[in-house]
């Protein structure tokens, strides 16, 4: 039913709360028309009779598979009615357990190349369990208050993209904002930093690429976004969706997250179950200084909380991904990632394939 709903939604004509409601019942008057329709065909011929029993066959199993999906997402109340549960979910107290996470600590850099690989696959070992989790002391906070300063420093191009409609708007006022790579968002040091690819090696093998470089901007007074999927699964007949991680997406604050500046709620697990949202999930949302960073399954169910501060909230968004993979739904009026010879020059040459694919002078 989620492929439906994503379907019909996309557009903006219909609401998906909308369409969790009416779809069971469409679907169910569909087949009676099916089923009206094959009155002309005379069943009295063996042969006829065959195929009409294996087609009405073949639909109330879609039916009824399709029915089973969507109770799944609904809950008895006191009545004994069921009422669908709401996308947003925003009023159910949520099932919070703790984000996962690693820390690399203040003394990573003495930390003994063993010491490190073990950290990076117990970040790996938790990714694959829940989609989902933090890395503490990742980057510098000095390289951060240098990315957010430029950030700053680029305010009017921000609003001129959103303005001009190249920022993509994913939410009540907020945004997609591709960002220049000729200055600290392009350094080896933020899209090739050591401890996250240590992680990324173990999860997406040995040949990976940063497949897009963008702001997410949720300014204040923004609301929180329903849950989705940053993408679409491979294979979304595959009801458990076990398949290794191939797009990972890197989320990187500028400034802390905390409850009034919002963060990402997450459903840990999710990334491996084709079901939206299932009853009563458990949730987790971090809270993330300067220099930490979270990673997040391109296939998690997940959604960016209200910021009801008085300032924006700035986060990077690198996303890492297979080579043969491309994002083929949210770079249509925008670079994914451009790189000039000269900035692509200054990483090291063992992570240059990182980004040659996106050299564009």
């Known amino acids: 039913m989620a492929g439906y709903i994503r379907a019909l939604a996309a557009d903006g004509a219909y609401d998906p709360q909308d369409l969790r409601r009416i779809l069971p019942a469409t679907a169910a008057f569909g087949i009676l028309k099916y089923a009206t329709d094959m009155a002309p065909y005379d069943i009295t011929y063996p042969d006829t009779a065959d195929a009409v029993r294996d087609a009405f066959s073949r639909r109330f199993k879609d039916l009824t598979q399709f029915l089973d999906i969507a109770a799944t997402k609904r809950k008895p109340d006191q009545a004994g009615q069921h009422e669908m549960k709401a996308a947003s979910m925003e009023n159910i107290a949520p099932n919070t357990v703790a984000f996962p996470e690693i820390s690399y600590g203040d003394d990573a850099p003495s930390a003994s190349p063993e010491q490190m690989s073990e950290l ?29 300063r430029a950030f700053v420093d680029g305010t009017d191009s921000q609003i001129a993209d959103i303005k001009s409609g190249r920022a993509l708007t994913v939410g009540h006022r907020r945004y997609m904002i591709s960002v220049p790579t000729d200055g600290v968002f392009g350094s080896s040091q933020l899209l090739a930093a050591p401890r996250l690819l240590a992680v990324l090696d173990d999860l997406l093998g040995d040949q990976f690429v940063l497949g897009s470089l963008t702001s997410v901007l949720a300014l204040q007074g923004s609301d929180a976004q329903r849950w989705h999927r940053d993408n679409d699964p491979l294979f979304p007949e595959d009801p458990d969706m076990e398949m290794p991680p191939f797009s990972i997406a890197v989320l990187i604050p500028l400034v802390p997250l905390d409850a009034e500046i919002g963060a990402t709620e997450t459903i840990p697990g999710s990334h491996r179950d084709a079901l939206d949202i299932r009853q009563d999930p458990p949730f987790a949302r971090p809270d993330i200084v300067v220099g930490d960073c979270y990673l997040m399954d391109s296939r998690l169910m997940h959604r960016g909380m209200a910021n009801t501060s008085t300032r924006a909230r700035p986060v990077l968004s690198l996303v890492y991904q ?16 451009q790189m000039s010879h000269d900035t692509a020059d200054k990483f090291p040459q063992d992570r240059r394939d990182l980004i040659s694919w996106a050299i564009t002078a």
């Open 120 to 148: 990076a696959r117990t970040g790996a070992d938790l990714f694959r369990e829940n989609g989902t989790f933090v890395i503490r002391n990742c980057l510098s906070p000095d390289l951060i208050h240098r990315a957010f």
């Open 322 to 337: 297979r080579a043969w993979y491309r994002d083929y739904q949210n770079f249509t009026d925008q670079p994914a990632l």
